[in-house]
């Protein structure tokens, strides 16, 4: 991975997927880099969640396919597909609500533990190192997300925000290369969007690559290296936080296409 | 409570508290047919429905699965064993080699059942599960033609005990000058079945697989994201809750005798699940306490009702069976009132209600 030509991580090429009649991706390509933080932006209804159904094995695309770190995602299960590297949160939080939020972490270690019934029921000493090391890993990421204080609470009974950030730890359990967040920042006052976008560096530092989708437009040009805009299912603009801002077409897509047209009337 | 099975704080009082339980359950026996051998064999139904209520929280409990047809894998171990073990065939297999079996078969229905319902969650799962105890019923009944596989609803008789060498399960004999009765053995070969079965339950709560299926409870979806497996783990769920009941089966067969598919009817599906259910859902001493509570009252019940109603009115103006169900009723109307988790709540759902 040199600096002047960057590895793909994921590629998405031409995915198509309709509910009925409606077009909720048409087409769509884009690349993912290596150790990226790739924005994923749209208007309400754009089909960014839809696109991460699809990358995430809960849809089958109608065309097209994603390659990811270099094989195919299709016809992968979703739990499959979190075997591969990808690890996604959800828009609207979907914890285990009944389970401790150390618990919903260390369920997150699943994927990558072995110990099948015959270990748990005679408990061994490797099934039991395996246990410890769940545990320990499980603790170490409450403490990185910023949610160790709060470890034995269930996950509904944590504040919204620490919600947010335990889902972030739940996957990150499952050694994710690509780390796929669904608004993240929804629901987050200022100062803890501000220590949300702290947490996305660290975790781009430490090497997992970050695809967001995220309304809050001054976290996603803060934070982003580049980003795609969708509108009704379709790519209008890919590229860097500046370009992407210049975009005539997302503009009109935000603000309705008279308002750009007057805007680029008044300048 | 907590000083006697705390091995962590309280070394001592936790190994004095398992001495206490280990010669009460020892004694017990004993004590029991001092009052008639027949409170012996009540005991024994009641340790086996324990077994079949921790088979069953296994699906419902652990995994969230609702099983309306649970009684099937009991019926399937019953009848392996009672084929395999009587004059029905002339087959006399020892029931080491059987209960194996039977086990095994039933697991094989477990995964039977399992494999069309993946996708089934909640009430349409209850209601094909409810459908396949029915299935194996009727089948039990009918597999009489054209080849006499069950002998249908006549059932089969004369089913062996369980023998190891000379040593016969149902003989008489007395021991160290104690006298041993049939069901006095069978009492503690299942007390020690219990304590594993038990054991089992707990590591396997408290384990990967354990956290796994608490994950799909909670949210399947989820689960999957996070790269759980949820059709292997269900199908694991319902092999092992099916494998527990196909022994209890085998159990039940061998102490009864005689067995008939009538006494493998819905209602012993509710009865079992309403032991899950008024117990505790998910936590294993809950549910034991489920199943023995549900067990035993309704015997008492017929000893008591009739001499008590006598004593009042001169003669019985309720049978004990009305009166069973009247209460049965009447239990699970407050449970969900006062207790909705359950007695004896499972300590997630008990950190639930605590509101912590």
């Not at chain 1, 990226?36 to 849809?59: C, D, Q, R």
């Not at chain 2, 004059?87 to 095994?104: C, E, K, Q, S, T």
Request: charge should be neutral.
């Amino acid at each position: 991975m040199s600096a002047s030509e960057p590895l793909a991580l994921l590629t998405a090429k031409g995915i198509s997927k309709s509910f009925g009649g409606v077009h909720a991706l048409a087409d769509v390509g884009f690349t993912i880099n290596h150790g990226e933080i790739y924005g994923l932006i749209g208007p309400n209804g754009a089909g960014k969640t839809s696109l991460f159904n699809v990358l995430t094995g809960i849809y089958s695309a109608d065309a097209g396919e994603f390659t990811f770190d270099g094989l195919p995602l299709a016809g992968l299960k979703p739990n499959e597909v979190a075997a591969r590297g990808i690890a996604r949160t959800f828009q609207n939080i979907r914890l285990f609500a009944n389970l401790s939020a150390l618990e919903n972490v260390m369920i997150g270690r699943h994927v990558r533990t072995h110990a099948n019934v015959i270990g748990a029921i005679l408990r061994d000493a490797k099934t039991r190192a395996e246990e410890r090391a769940i545990e320990k890993r499980a603790h170490e990421l409450l403490e990185y997300v910023g949610v160790a204080k709060r470890a034995n609470t269930l996950a509904k009974h944590l504040a919204y925000g620490d919600q947010r950030r335990l889902e972030i730890a739940r996957a990150l359990a499952t050694e994710p290369k690509l780390l796929a967040l669904d608004e993240p920042a929804a629901g987050m006052n200022a100062t803890e969007t501000a220590s949300l976008k702290g947490l996305l560096g660290d975790i781009r530092r430490d090497g997992t690559t970050i695809l967001l989708i995220e309304h809050d437009m001054k976290l996603v040009m803060s934070v982003c290296d580049r980003v795609l805009v969708l509108d009704y299912g379709r790519k209008i603009a890919e590229g860097t936080t500046a370009e992407v801002q210049r975009d005539p077409k997302v503009i009109a897509a935000y603000l309705g296409g008279d308002i750009a047209l007057d805007l680029k009337g008044a300048a | 409570m907590q000083t006697f099975f705390d091995t962590k704080k309280h070394p001592l009082g936790a190994w004095l508290g398992v001495a206490l339980v280990a010669v009460a359950l020892v004694v017990l026996p004993f004590a029991l047919a001092g009052i008639g051998t027949a409170w012996v064999r009540i005991t024994n139904l009641a340790i086996l429905f324990v077994l079949l209520a921790l088979g069953l929280n296994i699906v419902v409990g652990f995994a969230g699965l609702l099983d309306l047809g649970y009684i099937a894998f009991y019926a399937v171990g019953a009848y392996v064993y009672a084929l395999l073990a009587s004059p029905h065939f002339d087959l006399h297999l020892p029931f080491w080699i059987i209960l194996p079996i039977g086990a095994a078969t039933a697991c094989l229905f477990g995964v039977l059942l399992g494999a069309p319902t993946l996708k089934l969650r909640g009430d349409y799962l209850a209601i094909v599960t409810l459908g396949f105890g029915e299935i194996i019923r009727i089948f039990l009944n009918n597999l009489s033609q054209p080849v006499n596989l069950t002998n249908g609803p006549q059932g089969i008789t004369l089913i062996d005990p369980f023998r190891l060498g000379s040593f016969d399960f149902a003989k008489r004999e007395t021991i160290a000058g104690l006298d041993f009765t049939g069901p006095i053995k069978y009492y503690y070969l299942l007390v020690l079945l219990v304590i594993v079965i038990i054991a089992i339950n707990l590591r396997l709560q408290n384990s990967r697989i354990g956290r796994a299926w608490e994950a799909i409870r909670e949210d399947e979806v989820a689960a999957r994201a996070m790269g759980i497996n949820t059709r292997n783990m269900k199908l694991l769920a319902f092999a092992m809750g099916a494998s527990f009941g196909g022994i209890s089966g085998g159990i039940f067969s061998a102490t009864q005798g005689f067995i008939s598919p009538e006494s493998f009817v819905l209602v012993e599906s509710v009865m079992v699940l309403s032991m899950v259910v008024l117990g505790g859902m998910g936590n294993v001493f809950g549910v034991i306490l489920g199943a023995l509570l549900l067990s035993f009252v309704p015997e008492v019940l017929r000893y008591t009702v009739e001499p008590v109603q006598r004593a009042l009115f001169g003669r019985m103006l309720i049978e004990p069976e009305v009166i069973r169900m009247l209460l049965f009723g009447l239990a699970l109307v407050l449970m969900m009132l006062y207790r909705p988790a359950g007695i004896l709540p499972s300590a997630l759902r008990k950190r639930e209600l605590e509101g912590k």
